[in-house]
Nanobody
Framework: QVQLVESGGDLVQAGGSLRLSCAAS????????MGWYRQTPGKQRELVAE???????NYADSVKGRFTISRDNAKNTVYLQMNNLKSEDTAVYYC???????????????WGQGTQVTVSS
């Protein structure tokens, strides 16, 4: 069974930094795109950043220049470095990955349980 486990969420002051991590575990044959989404109460989950297996990246306009997504394929882990945090970055952050698991005929999306990021102004 494949699992995504996030860590790194915390309470931080505006202007501060956090690094989120998300590790995939289980019987994994391959991982394609990986990404980070966030959600606040009453709003839809939105894409923050994504990275392909060839390390091509894409960012939401609101985080460009402040957030950096990266991945370590040897550890099946994706990271989100968040700098110059703003109060509007407060949300639950979810990890997402397109994973081909052992016993499956194709890859599918997996989600982590979420980690809370709170930015105080």
């Amino acid at each position: 069974q494949v699992q995504l486990v996030e860590s790194g969420g915390d309470l931080v002051q505006a202007g501060g930094s956090l690094r989120l991590s998300c590790a995939a575990s289980g019987s994994i044959l391959g991982i394609w795109d990986m990404g980070w989404y966030r959600q606040t109460p009453g709003k839809q989950r939105e894409l923050v950043a994504e990275i392909t297996s060839s390390t091509r990246t894409n960012y939401a306009d609101s985080v460009k220049g402040r957030f950096t997504i990266s991945r370590d394929n040897a550890k099946n882990t994706v990271y989100l470095q968040m700098n110059n945090l703003k109060s509007e970055d407060t949300a639950v952050y979810y990890c997402n990955a397109d994973i081909w698991a052992s016993g499956s005929i194709r890859s599918r999306d997996y989600w982590g349980q979420g980690t809370q990021v709170t930015v105080s102004s």
